[in-house]
């Protein structure tokens, strides 16, 4: 089993930034590939990106590409998403997710090819 823990929501204006954790433990971080996902209220949840296990390679929704940056640090067990320039349309709860390196490839944006979730943290950005 993988706990994952996010902090790091909050209140923004638009146009400002905010930086998201989310902690790991449970088992050994560097086996699990990570992704960020949110979901807006009356909407479904959504991929926002993600990273390898080594961190080496990330890919990004469309929509926050450009603006939004994940990174890791293994030896923390924690990953984190940057997020700059917030639009109004940005609010949601971001969630963190794991799945396992095993499997012949790591980056995928479907919620059921990850296998461990936290519990969100809110991101309200303001006009």
């Known amino acids: 089993q993988v706990q994952l823990v996010e902090s790091g929501g909050g209140l923004v204006q638009a146009g400002g930034s905010l930086r998201l954790s989310c902690v790991a433990s449970?088992?050994?971080?560097?086996?699990?590939?990570m992704g960020w996902f949110r979901q807006a209220p009356g909407k479904e949840r959504e991929f926002v990106g993600a990273?390898?296990?080594?961190?080496?390679?990330?890919g990004y929704a469309d929509s926050v590409k450009g603006r939004f940056t994940i990174s890791r640090d293994n030896a923390k067990n924690t990953v984190y998403l940057q997020m700059n320039s917030l639009k109004p349309e940005d609010t949601a709860v971001y969630y963190c997710?794991?799945?396992?390196?095993?499997?012949?490839?790591?980056?995928?944006?479907?919620?059921?090819?990850?296998?461990?979730w936290g519990q969100g943290t809110q991101v309200t950005v303001s006009s």
């Open positions: 997710a794991a799945r396992s390196r095993s499997g012949t490839y790591w980056y995928t944006e479907r919620i059921d090819h990850y296998n461990y």
């Open positions: 449970g088992r050994t971080f560097a086996d699990y590939h």
């Open positions: 990273i390898n296990w080594s961190g080496r390679s990330t």
